[in-house]
């Protein structure tokens, strides 16, 4: 599967929009993008994923380039409770998830 | 409806000695995932299975680590003679089938002193 390349970490304000971006040169054509979240301790929660159109749901937006080497995964609104590490995986259906280091989000007041 | 559930939630062992980890996942799901996590970073893949069907164990560290899932629902994963540096916390995940989103349970944070 892909690697992916994320931030170590960001800040955003409250109430404001969340863009946190992901690299993924090399991913292949039968690959998909997911992004998961870990609050603290907790285990890792599904936000979205997609393979080539951009995607929407009630917890956040994933757009994803043309050219599929690059996307960003959209809070449209952060709340403190955002606050978490934030995974960018790309895989292939039926393989493994490989997690990386991901980015931590501060949503600060 | 209930979610992933592990057992024992902490667990303390001394070196050498072998340990049991449970997972009971979701009702209904297919697929369920074992993975290892240490401190500051993102969990790592050890196993999956399909139904009782043992798909991909590229991820057990050594052959001291071993699962199994003998009626397609709950799942154990051994580890013998434990180290100092299997401490981590193991997490466990399902999934309706192999294309659907993971969910993971609390996970089992293990000691070895």
């Known amino acids: 599967d892909a690697k992916t390349t994320q931030p170590p970490s960001m800040d955003c304000a409250e109430g404001r929009a969340a863009n946190l971006p992901c690299n993924h040169s090399?991913?292949?054509?039968?690959?998909?993008v997911y992004w998961y979240r870990q609050i603290h301790s907790q285990g890792p929660q599904y936000i979205i994923h997609g393979l080539k159109n951009n995607e929407t749901n009630e917890m956040a937006s994933l757009i994803i380039t043309e050219d599929r080497k690059s996307s960003t995964l959209i809070l449209p609104h952060a709340t403190l409770r955002d606050t978490a590490v934030y995974y960018c995986?790309?895989?292939?259906?039926?393989?493994?998830?490989?997690f990386g280091s991901g980015t931590k989000l501060n949503v600060k007041p | 409806g209930a979610g992933v559930s592990q057992s024992p939630r902490y667990k303390v062992t001394k070196r050498g000695q072998d340990v049991a980890l449970r997972c009971d996942p979701i009702s209904g799901h297919v697929s369920l995932y074992w993975y290892r996590q240490a401190l500051g970073q993102g969990p790592e893949f050890l196993t999956y299975?399909?139904?009782?069907?043992?798909?991909?164990k590229s991820g057990l560290p050594n052959d001291r680590f071993s699962a199994e899932r003998p009626e397609g629902s709950i799942s154990t994963l051994t580890i013998q003679r434990t180290e100092q540096r299997d401490s981590a916390m193991y997490r466990c995940?399902?999934?309706?089938?192999?294309?659907?989103?993971?969910?993971f349970g609390p996970g089992t944070r293990l000691t070895v002193t």
């Open positions: 995986i790309v895989r292939a259906l039926f393989n493994k998830f490989y």
């Open positions: 299975f399909n139904y009782e069907a043992q798909q991909d």
């Open positions: 090399t991913i292949s054509g039968n690959e998909y």
């Open positions: 995940a399902s999934s309706l089938a192999a294309t659907y989103e993971q969910y």
